[in-house]
Nanobody, 121 residues
């Protein structure tokens, strides 16, 4: 059983940056696909970024060029560096893990509790 704990959320002004962290325990982290999703009030959970076990990354056009996902297998941690933040990025951000998954949140087996990111205009 994999446990995920996110940290790093907070309040930031538009144009600012935040780095989210997700610490994993209880599984073979280096073999897992890791991802970030977000969910704003009244909206569906949205795919933000994914990193494979080999380190290849994918993300949607809405965050491409602004958000970067990375992983440190020695620390069992995945990161989401968020730059040029916009009020539309306000949401609860969730870390997720799976043995194999792409952008569909239903394909992820393990989830963190989420961390709030609020971007003020």
């Amino acid at each position: 059983q994999v446990q995920l704990v996110e940290s790093g959320g907070g309040l930031v002004q538009a144009g600012g940056s935040l780095r989210l962290s997700c610490a994993a325990s209880g599984g073979a982290f280096s073999s897992l696909v890791m991802a970030w999703f977000r969910q704003a009030p009244g909206k569906e959970r949205e795919f933000v970024a994914r990193i494979s076990a080999s380190g290849s990354t994918t993300s949607p056009d809405s965050v491409k060029g602004r958000f970067t996902i990375s992983r440190d297998n020695a620390k069992n941690t995945v990161y989401l560096q968020m730059n040029s933040l916009e009020p539309e990025d306000t949401a609860v951000y969730y870390c997720a893990a799976a043995n194999y998954a792409r952008a569909n949140p239903r394909s992820y087996d393990y989830w963190g509790q989420g961390t709030q990111v609020t971007v003020s205009s």
